[in-house]
């Protein structure tokens, strides 16, 4: 490769710090943050860099390398260890004696629930791989613990670690605390924004419970998955024939069979179920539950999309069906265990066999067990910077409104021991204003102490510890000169490619001579970032190879909007190399975690620099092999410019430039757009009362209110806005269609959800991305042969991964 | 099972115009027509738009207008100068430069039935401002179905080289190659673009040899089977592609090998300028791209605000405003600095007002009723079309206007529209002069003609590393737009808002890009505390950076997207210029605040 060494005789050359231990170490030292910003002046400035990147040798500081390209090592930081799973899990005592100054509550707590917890720590353990907790996880976890023992609900926990260090362990084992060691036990859900994240974690979940099964405390334990079903093909995959695979549990829980579980017809407790089994070993998954399960059961731990909760609480039609999942008192069948509210029973008594309210389960029991209450005790939000803009503020109305049904179901208060008040955690949010957005999500407030960052601020470097020489991930950074950047792109994946698996397929070989892991690079991954360009990269890398090698090549793109049975599919397939180049966008980058991936070719510098590090922290994961990013610069992008320029300024200190992202608790046009969906949740909390339920009809709703309509006004505007400036102007806006509501309801005299859910009414958003935008229509008048060239040998038509389209869910 | 294809507005326009190309289900098709059951807009917005727009097609017309009449005049002086020849028996006089080969005068004067523009006989007549009537004008909104075809139809066998053009109304029951029978035909997507006219051909084997040239092939030659060797008759013509992806060393070649060898290389014949007199030959070599190349052509978009169904410029917005506030309407806003016989909002206290005119604010008030109109009326080639050995300056390049397939108008057009409020900041010029250092016996607009005359006429490589007083001005209020737009989408929680920069008024306004409500501007400006609230903000955003960057950077000047930065391009004289360039913060920061010193 060219480059110029120019070595200093006699003298140094004033370098910057350039390598990120040594900047990591000089920002760290600085606490002042004017002297923080002469620093950063200094680092950015120091060396003016154009037409080149110059690096200061590490091993000879008088020498510099000036080259065309920049290459970038981020070492791994280490969580620093906690204490070991073996002692925390022999007795009380040698618990008790790991938290940092136990109050009276938790040990009264880890004394009594002794056995759920051991049995929840020993289950992490087992599932996950590890004997020792890392310091930062045994944070979260006792912070946890105190906050079930005392029954606050309020703190809401930050964990802050970097990309696979463990946060889902941290995740978990909270929920399965949370959910299970209280008085009475309740759910807890956790929250992922995509369905790739959500189907990912619901594996993980079912390897987690089926350790929690294995231990006498926690052997009922269940888990479940609930997500948009509006699309076809999901609802075709959720119930599949007797024997045809169900990919999304995963590998078998029991004995880690590769083969997909197949579908079994469940008899018994399991009667009107299609249950997941492995061929190998006859375990049968009876204990997760899928979207249409959830609500019968009332699982333990769930993973769910936020639309979806969304819907379920607030959209759905059949209101009876869901208020189980929010804290309403239900009774299970005394034979398959489904859940019916009790409020329904008290409607309709003479409603107590099963299949009078399970329809479709064909259970001949009845549904006299004694009466539960399972309200969400714990959420925990992973990914949080996806959740931003009018999504961060639908969410904070839809979180607040969740808590007040809560409430109004369970008629108990948020706070205390049996308390339906949710406590929140969440993960680190890669952007700026991390606590401005978790203030608006949660309506917590930093400055009453009500968000406890772990670590704490200005602590990091005691809990992650660089290693050297380690390197995560390395970053190379080209600029394409007399050739356009896609030309570029392609060229260097179609080089990887040949090197790595063409004829002339040399660099294993190479490889093998400096580690034994060499074919840790061998799964290619090009990351764009326009949805348009997936289709043409995809067809153009297939073309080129072929016009060159005269091969096909296998070229998949992957992104949010493909047809949500594919994306799992299709990742499984690359990562078994039955695809030969994946590119994907956006969809890979939020927490996937995809063991194999460390080789990366990115079209330009992403849009954010939270994006960046996000999507190159997918690489190299794992302690075993770092990763490799290539990232093809675009000249005439400003952004990669300015990268360009002051290459190591910028990589050894990425968070600094992390986004500050819109977030908002309180919006005035959200307000309206969200006035219905928290209006109909707590009309229906308030007919659902269990004291004296009624029917969320005109004259239940009328009956209900009981003539307190100004406070339910006045409380309806507090769930809208959080903001005292705004609330004169949510008050107006909310007595005017509480009005416009009850004059529709006492005219029609049907019921809330026939009017609010009608095909004609606007009263309900069904997405916290708001309302759907415009969408025009694309046809092709040549359908013949667009069909042909889809199916060139007359079978069924190829996947439509590259189709450009904004439909989803 | 298909979903149904969908896309938004704005990608219709940018992206999926007529002749633009699509991928539908995977495949390449191009875009025939983009209809809408609800038919030409008549609102009394769309005739500004219609009026506006009459201009811009003008000089795109007056454009073809040259080009059209240059051709005629060559064809004039070339067959007086082969008439006078044959009379006297005089050699023809050699071209310095480009020497159009015998056959070629052939083809011009028989212009293919592909060919469509420019090539007639007859004299160009001067263009006319088009009429309102002349444009039609469709909403592109969920009643619209933008119609494709697959594109190109070409299909090879990597095996043996066969190719031939599907035909959609015969398609073949497998695309087994019926030649070698050995291999899977695949779509070839490569196709010819030409970099001046954006003329666009698939790829078709020359026909019989006429002169030096041969007579270009037509699609219909080799529509559903191969094309028949023209020189022996006996073998049919292959592609040969030599396991090269470089298109310039593919050849046609014969099955028999009879010595129909060619490399493939196409001339646009659609807009040609023969030789003629001194003046040399103008043909432009097509480029060779695949079909789906994302700036092979390059939509002609046109952006404008409207208010009372009047363009929008600092007056009317100004008129607007005035008139909410005299008829009291509600959440009516107008602070009015400059003039002090205006009385400001009265929710402005002594210290809010200081805190605006410390930022050289003028006036900012609400307006209501603003349309944002996003219109494409037609396509020219982009930089992927141009070929190595043909630069086509980008004021030589050659707009193809949409038309009307019914033949009703002349011009068809496609909008999209939103509407909303507006929060407008005036900035005062003198003041924004003096705190940037500038000639301030200038006027601003002035400046910024200087300073747009430097943008047009360089490289956008150079303007990425312009800093110091170079461009000061417009850098400084591109800023300013920045951070205004920054603060404001962080104090209302969303990104629904975007700015527009009129540089020589200084005037920066926030618009809804969709219908908010009161959750737009109305909240932002919130009675006024919210206005000082986000100048105050926006002055903070500019007066450091955390990173400690010299003049902008992606921490404190950029916008988060790229689409949120939109240049007044027609201000700047400029064809295009990338998101996030031409940013001064301390340039910004002195407008901002009286106190900075940078």
Redo the contacts between chains.
């Keep these: 490769m060219p480059h110029l060494l120019v070595t200093t005789l006699g003298g140094m050359p004033d370098f910057p710090p350039q390598q990120y231990a040594e900047a990591k170490a000089g920002l760290i030292s600085l606490a002042d943050e004017d002297a923080r910003r002469l620093e950063s002046t200094r680092r950015l400035y120091a060396v003016r860099q154009s037409g080149c990147i110059a690096t200061r040798s590490p091993a000879e500081p008088n020498t510099v390398v000036l080259t065309t390209f920049g290459v970038f090592d981020t070492p791994r930081e280490m969580p620093a260890p906690g204490p070991e799973l073996a002692a925390l899990t022999t007795s009380p005592a040698s618990l008790l004696a790991e938290i940092n100054i136990p109050t009276e509550e938790v040990r009264a707590l880890v004394t009594n629930r002794w056995t759920v917890i051991q049995a929840v720590l020993r289950a992490a353990g087992s599932a996950f791989g590890f004997t020792r907790l890392h310091r930062f996880q045994w944070d979260a976890i006792q912070a946890n613990l105190k906050f079930v023992a005392s029954g606050a609900h309020r703190p809401v926990t930050v964990v802050r670690a970097p990309t696979s260090a463990g946060k889902t362990v941290v995740f978990l084992v909270n929920a399965a605390v949370s959910a299970l060691c209280p008085q009475e036990p309740g759910s807890a859900v956790l929250v992922f924004p995509t369905r790739l994240l959500n189907e990912d974690m619901f594996r993980r979940l079912t390897a987690f419970v089926y350790a929690l099964r294995t231990h006498e405390s926690t052997a009922t334990a269940t888990g479940g998955l609930l997500m948009g079903t509006s699309d076809p093909l999901y609802r075709v995959l959720l119930a599949p024939d007797e024997g045809e695979p169900m990919h999304h549990f995963g590998r078998c829980p029991a004995c880690n069979n590769h083969a997909p579980l197949t579908a079994v017809i469940g008899t018994g407790a399991s009667v009107g179920r299609i249950l997941p089994a492995c061929s190998a070993c006859g375990h049968r998954v009876d204990y997760m539950f899928t979207t249409f399960e959830v609500e019968p059961f009332l699982p333990d731990i769930v993973i769910a999309t936020p639309d979806k909760l969304l819907y379920e609480a607030t959209v759905q039609k059949h209101e009876t069906y869901r208020i189980g999942l929010f804290g309403a008192p239900v009774r299970r069948c005394t034979l398959c265990g489904r859940a019916c509210p009790d409020v329904h029973l008290q409607l309709k008594p003479d409603a107590m066999r099963c299949q009078q309210f399970h329809r479709n389960a064909g259970c001949p029991g009845t549904t006299r067990g004694p009466i539960e209450v399972r309200p969400i005790r714990y959420m925990g939000f992973d990914e949080v910077h996806s959740l931003y803009g009018v999504t961060a503020t639908y969410l904070s109305m839809f979180l607040a409104s969740l808590q007040a049904l809560q409430v109004f179901l369970s008629q108990r208060r948020e706070g205390g021991q049996n308390g339906v008040g949710i406590r929140f955690e969440t993960a680190t949010a890669t952007i700026s204003n991390e606590t401005e957005l978790i203030e608006a999500l949660t309506r917590r407030r930093q400055s009453v102490g009500e968000i406890l960052l772990i670590p704490a601020e200005g602590q990091a470097h005691d809990y992650f510890q660089i290693v050297n020489p380690s390197v995560r991930h390395r970053v190379l950074v080209t600029l394409p000169t007399r050739t356009s950047s896609k030309r570029a792109f392609i060229q260097s994946i179609l080089n990887a490619y040949e090197h790595l698996h063409g004829q002339r397929a040399d660099l294993e070989p190479r490889l093998a001579s400096m580690t034994p892991h060499s074919q840790d690079w061998r799964f290619l991954l090009g990351y764009l970032f326009k949805k348009q360009e997936g289709a043409d990269m995809r067809r153009a890398l297939r073309d080129m190879y072929r016009n060159t090698v005269g091969d096909d090549l296998r070229v998949e793109f992957l992104s949010g909007e493909a047809p949500k049975d594919q994306i799992s599919n299709i990742l499984t397939r690359a990562l078994q190399g039955e695809i030969d180049i994946l590119l994907a966008n956006l969809v890979i980058s939020l927490g996937v975690d995809i063991h194999g991936l460390n080789h990366m070719v990115m079209l330009g510098m992403t849009q954010s620099f939270t994006e960046f590090v996000q999507t190159a922290g997918r690489t190299g994961r794992g302690l075993r092999s770092s990763g490799h990013v290539h990232v093809i610069l675009q000249p005439f992008n400003p952004r990669d410019a300015y990268v360009y320029r002051h290459f190591h300024a910028v990589l050894s200190d990425v968070s600094g430039y992390y986004d500050v992202l819109p977030v908002k608790s309180t919006n005035l046009f959200c307000a309206g757009e969200m006035f219905g969906n928290i209006v109909k949740a707590t009309l229906v909390g308030l007919c659902f009362r269990p004291q004296r339920p009624r029917w969320p009809n005109a004259i239940g709703v009328r009956d209900a209110l009981g003539g307190r309509d100004a406070q339910i006004r006045g409380g309806l505007a507090g769930l809208l806005c959080d903001d005292p400036q705004l609330l004169a102007d949510t008050r107006d806006l909310v007595d005017t269609r509480f009005r416009a509501l009850m004059d529709q309801l006492s005219q029609q005299n049907a019921f809330l959800s026939a009017i609010m859910t009608a095909p004609t009414s606007d009263w309900l958003i069904r997405s916290l991305r708001g309302r759907p935008g415009n969408v025009v229509r694309v046809t092709c008048a040549d359908d013949a042969l667009l069909a042909r060239l889809r199916a060139p040998e007359g079978g069924q038509p190829e996947d439509e991964l590259g189709d450009d389209t904004l439909v989803s869910n | 099972?298909?979903?149904?294809?969908?896309?938004?507005?704005l990608?219709?326009l940018y992206?999926?115009f007529p002749d633009a190309v699509?991928?539908?289900?995977?495949?390449?098709?191009r875009v025939?027509t983009i209809v809408s059951s609800r038919g030409d807009r008549e609102d009394p917005l769309s005739g500004l738009v219609r009026r506006s727009l009459a201009r811009r097609i003008l000089v795109e017309l007056q454009r073809r207008y040259q080009h059209d009449t240059d051709l005629a005049a060559r064809r004039v002086l070339r067959r007086n100068a082969a008439g006078s020849s044959a009379a006297v028996g005089a050699l023809p006089q050699p071209e310095p430069d480009f020497v159009l080969p015998d056959g070629f005068d052939a083809f011009l004067e028989n212009p293919s039935a592909e060919s469509t523009g420019g090539t007639d006989n007859s004299t160009p007549s001067q263009p006319q401002l088009p009429a309102e009537g002349d444009i039609s004008l469709i909403e592109?909104?969920?009643d619209?179905?933008?119609?494709?075809?697959?594109f190109p139809?070409t299909v090879h066998c990597?095996?043996c080289g066969h190719f031939f053009l599907?035909d959609?109304s015969n398609?073949?029951?497998?695309?087994?190659c019926p030649c070698c029978r050995q291999s899977?035909?695949?779509?070839e997507?490569i196709i010819f673009v030409c970099g001046r006219c954006g003329d666009m051909r698939e790829l078709v084997p020359p026909l019989e040899r006429r002169g030096d040239m041969r007579r270009p092939g037509m699609a219909e030659h080799a529509l559903g089977a191969a094309t028949v060797c023209p020189d022996c008759g006996r073998g049919h013509v292959h592609l040969e592609?030599h396991?090269?992806?470089q298109v310039a060393q593919w050849e046609w070649r014969c099955t028999a090998r009879c010595g129909y060898q060619i490399v493939l290389q196409q001339r646009c014949l659609r807009c040609a300028l023969p030789s003629a007199g001194d003046a040399q030959g103008s043909v432009i070599f097509m480029n060779a791209v695949?079909a789906?190349?994302?700036n092979a052509l390059q939509s002609l978009v046109h952006q404008e605000m409207y208010v009372n169904n009047r363009p929008v410029d600092p007056v009317t917005l100004h008129a607007a405003a005035r008139e909410a506030v005299t008829r009291r309407m509600s959440d009516a806003f107008l602070v009015d600095i400059a003039d002090r016989e205006q009385a400001p909002a009265d929710s402005l206290d002594n210290e809010a007002l200081a805190t605006l005119r410390n930022a050289c604010i003028a006036r900012a008030f609400l307006v209501g009723g603003v349309s944002a109109v996003t219109v494409a009326y037609g396509y020219k080639p982009g930089n992927a079309a141009a070929h190595p050995q043909s630069r086509v300056a980008p004021d030589e390049r050659l707009a193809t206007l949409f038309g009307d397939p019914e033949g009703y108008s002349r011009f068809r057009a496609f909008s999209h529209s939103t509407i909303g409020s507006a929060l407008v900041l005036q900035f005062d010029p003198v003041r924004v002069l003096e705190r940037l250092g500038l000639d301030s016996t200038s006027t601003l607009e002035d400046v910024l003609a200087q300073e747009s005359a430097s943008i047009s006429s360089r490289e956008?490589?150079d303007l990425?590393?312009t800093e110091g007083q170079s461009i000061r001005a417009y850098r400084a209020l591109h800023a300013v737009e920045h951070a205004l737009l920054?603060a404001a989408?962080?104090?209302?929680?969303?990104?629904?808002l975007g700015a527009r920069l009129f540089p020589a008024t200084a005037t920066v306004v926030l618009f809804e890009k969709?219908s908010?409500?009161?959750?737009?501007v109305?909240?932002l400006v919130?009675g006024g505390?919210g206005l000082v609230q986000l100048v105050e903000a926006a002055r903070d955003l500019t007066l450091?950076?955390?990173?400690?960057?010299?003049d902008g950077?992606?921490?404190c000047a950029?916008v988060?997207?790229?689409q949120y930065c939109v240049h007044p391009l027609d201000e700047l004289g400029a064809a295009w210029l990338?998101?996030?360039?031409l940013l001064s913060r301390r340039g910004a920061a002195a407008i901002l605040s009286e106190e900075y010193t940078s």
């Design positions: 099972m298909s979903r149904p294809q969908s896309i938004s507005p990608q219709v992206q999926a699509r991928f539908v289900h995977g495949q390449i098709t025939r592109v909104d969920e619209a179905i933008v119609r494709t075809r697959v139809r990597q095996r599907l959609p398609v073949p029951s497998t695309l087994g899977m035909l695949r779509v997507p592609k396991g090269t992806n695949p789906s190349a994302p956008v490589r990425l590393t920054n989408m962080r104090q209302i929680g969303s990104e629904t969709s908010v409500g009161r959750g737009g109305i909240q919130n505390a450091g950076c955390a990173q400690g960057c010299a950077c992606p921490t950029y988060a997207r790229d990338p998101a996030n360039i």
